[in-house]
Nanobody, 124 residues
Framework: QVQLVGSGGGLVQAGGSLRLSCAAS????????MGWFRQAPGKERDFVAA????????YYPDSVKGRFTISRDNAKNTVYLQMNSLKPEDTAVYYC?????????????????WGQGTQVTVSS
């Protein structure tokens, strides 16, 4: 079993930056692909970023490509999401998640473990 704790959210102005962290427990962390998702009030949870178990490959939707960067440090059992050039439409609760296997995963149904979520608010 993997337990995830997300942190690093906050209030920033448009154009600012935040770095989210997700600390994982469990000896199998390095065998999981990791992802970030976000959910705004009244909306569905959307894919934000994913990274392979080795950290060698990443994937982003067009909405965040070029602005967000996902990374991981398997020695620290931690995954990060660096968010730059933030926009008001980025406002949401951000969740980290873990999926078994080493490949990049974008389907929300394949993620078995979820963090509690951290609020990101971008003011205009």
């Amino acid at each position: 079993q993997v337990q995830l704790v997300g942190s690093g959210g906050g209030l920033v102005q448009a154009g600012g930056s935040l770095r989210l962290s997700c600390a994982a427990s469990g000896r199998t962390f390095s065998s999981y692909s990791m992802g970030w998702f976000r959910q705004a009030p009244g909306k569905e949870r959307d894919f934000v970023a994913a990274i392979t178990s080795s950290g060698g490959n990443t994937y982003y939707p067009d909405s965040v490509k070029g602005r967000f960067t996902i990374s991981r440090d398997n020695a620290k059992n931690t995954v990060y999401l660096q968010m730059n050039s933030l926009k008001p439409e980025d406002t949401a609760v951000y969740y980290c998640a873990a999926a078994p296997g080493g490949n990049v995963v974008t389907r929300i149904s394949l993620y078995n473990y979820w963090g509690q979520g951290t609020q990101v608010t971008v003011s205009s």
